[in-house]
């Protein structure tokens, strides 16, 4: 039997050191709905109460043994921070993630001109989130690596300005856009150094508005990947960089970046990524959140993790935040296949 | 000359290039070329050719939406003149983004086909709640809704939409599209039809109306 933690097996993994078999956790949100009742509150609770935020954030662990924690559920915590205003669904029967519904960012002027609070850090749910994270740390942090995550630049300016204006203004006046979003950098760098110092184990930077169906690839270079760049450098730590979709087109740059790892979808070929980045970056996913992890059978579960680890993931975790409704018995099989196929079909150590 | 106007429009579309297109529409209308042709045989096959683009990854969705705005000039230019017999509507359809999605690039891209297809398009918006489509298709009678989601969180919601509407009204067309929408997903909820993809959108658009036509 093994006598790494799961803590030390991500954090090994992370630091290149000798592990047993690949870890089975995730860098997005992962609450259930069995979570929700034990806990006794709804899901629009959850985002702005750190005890409940931690509690839920713990339930991937007890409920189904995922080697991490990962708070918090929802993707407006920066824009928030930002000045925009969030709307968490008070009023709605149906579980639903919180939007934007006011921006910061409402002209072109101000896309360079809009001003970033000096208190910044101290805006919002920012605290929520870090005391969130210290209650973790107190309770499972020995036992399990506690995550977290920020929007990539780009990401983050599709919730501060309207969509459609970031993406013509992206291809018309890039120079504007690269202005505000290396401003933007700088607001993730201080973010997520103050989520280390919280104590979060890892970060996961998702840059899920640049999608390849939607960015070119000349795009992704001019107007993508300078910042991210930008964050890695100054953001030390176990950094992981995930955009969803068909990641094929712009796979080199991703993982020129500068991040510790990178997440992918299962729309990424991985046979083409490994031959295009090679043998050694860590690359986790890939299992499909919705069709196999909520609408699958645990036979089918199993069937997408061993084709994930056959593909040559170093973890295996979800391509997405888990949609709660997830059965705990997909999300159980999860966790056992790779505890039981893990060490054998790890790509990493067959070679 | 009515062929090289046609082009110009056609091309402006391509090229994104809004000035372009209000001319050319302003010069069809000086020299009396039939609006209805203008937009049939200039702006529409333009943007046909942009999602042969879009298909092909030469386009993405930022060059989308500039060619979509220079549509727009020049659809705005052209629709008024329309005659009343060619500008009857050829249908009334229902969209919106489902709450809790705030992502509508995809829906107005459909809607845009639409529009200048000649149907008679309610726009609900994004962020909708599930209810305001069963009201809107009960209000208007349309023919068809269509349904957006962006995000596999918030797809969830029109199952729910899909039931309520074809209880009330078993007619009435549905379609889904957005990125996590399935082939499979549609048919398990009891749509009519779905968009695969934003890739997809416009040539689904486009496949929409014309099985929308073949059931009129």
């Known amino acids: 039997m093994s006598t790494l933690t799961p803590r030390e097996r991500v954090l090994n993994l992370f630091a290149g050191k000798e592990v047993d078999r690949p870890a089975c956790y995730s860098g997005m949100g992962n609450v259930t709905t069995v979570a929700l009742e034990e806990i006794g509150c709804k899901f629009r609770d959850l985002h702005g109460d750190a005890k409940k935020m931690a509690q839920a954030g713990a339930s991937s662990y007890h409920l189904f043994g995922y080697e991490s924690a990962v708070i918090p559920f929802d993707l407006c915590v920066e824009a928030e921070a930002l000045g925009c205003a969030m709307n968490p669904y008070d009023n709605v029967e149906q579980l639903l993630y919180p939007t934007i519904k006011e921006k910061a960012i409402h002209t072109e002027e101000e896309i360079t001109t809009f001003s970033i609070p000096d208190d910044v850090l101290e805006r919002g749910r920012i605290n929520v989130i870090c005391e969130a994270i210290r209650l973790l740390k107190k309770d499972i942090g020995q036992e399990v690596a506690i995550g977290t995550y920020l929007l990539g630049p780009f990401t983050l300016a599709g919730q501060l300005m309207d969509l459609n204006d970031l993406f013509k203004l992206s291809f018309k006046k890039p120079d504007k856009i690269n202005h505000m979003l290396d401003r933007l950098a700088d607001v993730q760098i201080a973010i997520g150094r103050k989520f280390y110092e919280a104590g979060a184990d890892y970060i996961t930077v998702r840059e899920m508005g640049a999608t390849t169906d939607i960015l070119s690839p000349r795009a992704f270079n001019n107007v993508i990947a300078p910042h991210l760049k930008k964050i890695f450098a100054g953001l030390p730590g176990n950094n992981v960089l995930h955009i969803c979709g068909g990641t094929n087109s712009v796979i080199g740059n991703m993982n020129d970046c500068g991040a510790a790892a990178v997440s992918l979808e299962f729309k990424n070929d991985m046979a083409k990524t490994r031959a295009e980045i090679g043998p050694d970056p860590l690359i986790f996913g890939q299992v499909d959140a919705y069709s196999v992890l909520v609408t699958g059978k645990p036979e089918d579960v199993v069937k997408g993790v061993l084709a994930s680890l056959d593909a040559g993931v170093d973890a295996v975790w979800p391509g997405c935040d888990i949609w709660p409704t997830a059965p705990l018995e997909n999300l159980k099989a999860m966790v056992e296949t790779v505890r039981e196929h893990g060490a054998s079909r790890w790509v990493r150590k067959r070679a | ?216």
Request: hydrophobic share 40%.
């Open chain 2, 1 to 216: 000359m009515s062929q090289e106007i046609l082009d110009r429009l056609k091309q402006g579309v391509i090229d994104y290039d809004e000035d372009a297109v209000s001319d050319a529409a302003n010069e069809a209308l000086a020299q009396n070329v039939n609006p209805h042709s203008a937009v049939f045989d200039g702006l529409v096959p333009g943007m046909v050719e942009v999602g042969r683009l879009y298909e092909e990854q030469e386009y993405f969705v930022p060059e989308m939406l500039m060619c979509a705005d220079a549509m727009y000039a020049g659809l705005n230019i052209l629709k008024p003149h329309m005659s009343k017999k060619e500008g009857a509507s050829r249908g009334v359809v229902v969209m919106g983004v489902v709450q809790g999605d705030v992502h509508d690039i995809g829906k107005n891209i459909v809607r845009m086909m639409f529009d200048a297809s000649g149907f008679e398009v309610h726009d609900l918006g994004r962020d909708v709640p599930l209810d305001k489509f069963v009201e809107e298709q009960l209000k208007t009678d349309s023919d068809m809704v269509c349904l957006s989601a962006m995000m596999t969180t918030t797809m969830v919601g029109m199952k729910e939409i899909i039931e309520k509407i074809k209880e009330k009204n078993p007619k009435c067309k549905i379609m889904i599209g957005g990125a996590p929408v399935t082939s499979d997903i549609a048919s398990r909820w009891g749509a009519d039809g779905y968009a695969r993809d934003a890739n997809n959108a416009l040539k689904d658009a486009i496949n929409m109306i014309a099985s929308l036509k073949s059931i009129s």
